[in-house]
């Protein structure tokens, strides 16, 4: 199939702009938008080879670039018959990617914040008098951070079991034993 180059200039206006908005993102690259672009608005899935061909990469470029969309579940591996090689498709289902994409990105990193505020807080109350200007300052700060990524994290949380995302879910929720009643 050395001849798949993408021609069609729709095809080809996608691909590029896929590659634009995943460099933008922080989190995956430029090619690996082109690969994912390319892959969605194809009807049958395309080995390493026929990606590498039609983004005029390397095959080992485009595996290593794969292997990052494999795990973030914007693309799948398929087996296709009479055939030994890896093809890929795109995702199409992208309320499940993006709950996997918050779930371990986003919701991780706001239990770190939460943990850090936690540490932070019995770590700044050793030995530090109740009273303390400087402590109420420092408990008062990490709260607010506190209570934000857990008003955020309910939100995801809303969000992946397929639930209104309220403002009141997200305000006022320091933690989870407030968010069950």
């Not at 899935?45 to 470029?61: E, G, V, Y």
């Amino acid at each position: 199939m050395a001849e798949r180059k993408v021609s069609n200039h729709a095809s080809a206006v996608f691909v590029e702009g896929m590659g634009a908005a995943f460099a933008t993102s922080g989190v995956l690259s430029q090619l690996q938008g082109r690969i994912f672009g390319l892959l969605y608005l194809e009807p049958e899935p395309l080995s390493l080879d026929d990606i590498a061909d039609d983004l005029d990469q390397s095959k080992s470029n485009i595996s290593i670039n794969i292997r990052g969309l494999v795990e973030w579940h914007l693309v799948r591996r398929v087996a296709v018959a009479g055939s030994r090689r890896d093809h890929y498709a795109a995702a199409t289902d992208f309320w499940r990617v993006m709950q996997e994409i918050m779930e371990r990105r986003f919701r991780w990193n706001l239990r770190q914040v939460i943990a850090t505020c936690d540490e932070t807080e019995r770590t700044a109350t050793e030995g530090s008098p109740p009273r303390d200007k400087e402590r109420r300052f420092v408990e008062e700060r990490l709260g607010a951070l506190r209570q934000f990524a857990a008003g955020v994290d309910a939100g995801i949380e809303a969000f992946s079991q397929g639930q209104a995302v309220s403002p009141d879910l997200m305000h006022g929720t320091p933690d989870r034993k407030k968010r069950k009643r």
